[in-house]
């Protein structure tokens, strides 16, 4: 059995269900930062973020390591009003910028939800 997770599915039930006003963008990369599939509500840099967040996984990842505990499978950043969301799924990064009122369970529920499995 195979368990694939389907970018335009998520990007599309997320802003469905999280809505526009609450979101500003959504940017799914692969493990190397490479931009698979975006939604971008205002004018950020993406491929930047991408990396940078690859990066910072990276390095947890050599943290983690280091001291001897599993891999981080998600970091959130708080920032005033705002939450950045990146979560590691199947070799895949997603990151979302909102606002700090959204229910985190509801997000990774919504993500779950978008593997397609065979």
């Known amino acids: 059995?195979?368990?694939?997770?389907?970018?335009?599915?998520?990007?599309?039930?997320?802003?469905?269900?999280?809505?526009q006003s609450g979101l500003y963008f959504i940017i799914i990369t692969s493990k190397n930062g490479a931009v698979i599939k975006s939604y971008i509500n205002q004018e950020f840099n993406k491929s930047s973020i991408?990396?940078?967040?690859?990066?910072?996984?990276?390095?947890?990842e050599e943290i983690a390591m280091e001291i001897g505990v599993h891999t981080p499978d998600f970091n959130v950043i708080h920032s005033d009003n705002f939450y950045i969301l990146s979560i590691k799924i199947l070799e895949k990064i997603i990151i979302?910028?909102?606002?700090?009122?959204?229910?985190?369970?509801?997000?990774?529920?919504?993500?779950?939800?978008?593997?397609?499995?065979?």
């Open 1 to 19: 059995m195979t368990a694939i997770l389907n970018p335009d599915l998520v990007v599309d039930t997320l802003i469905k269900e999280l809505g």
């Open 96 to 118: 979302l910028l909102t606002e700090d009122q959204v229910d985190f369970s509801s997000v990774f529920e919504i993500i779950n939800r978008c593997i397609i499995t065979n």
């Open 50 to 60: 991408g990396l940078n967040m690859s990066q910072l996984y990276e390095l947890a």
